[in-house]
């Protein structure tokens, strides 16, 4: 499933982020928090994440600090 059909009927709260590797790590519905489908191999062990909720959310791009994804083209785990 992608995210965009995910949020169909649920608003974002807040997402977390790596500053470091410029990755959209999970996003939260209310205080729940879901993973996204997207590859970390090169995010070493033990890198900080960063809860954020400045993001927008404009025809089917999310974007903080910086990143961007597709939420079309983006998968849940």
Known sequence: MTLKEFLTDKPITSVEITEQYNLIYNIYVDQAGYGLDIDTSNVEAGTPLTMRADFTLEN?????????????ETNML
């Open 60 to 72: 089917d791009i999310l974007s903080v600090a910086g990143i961007s994804i597709n939420t079309a």
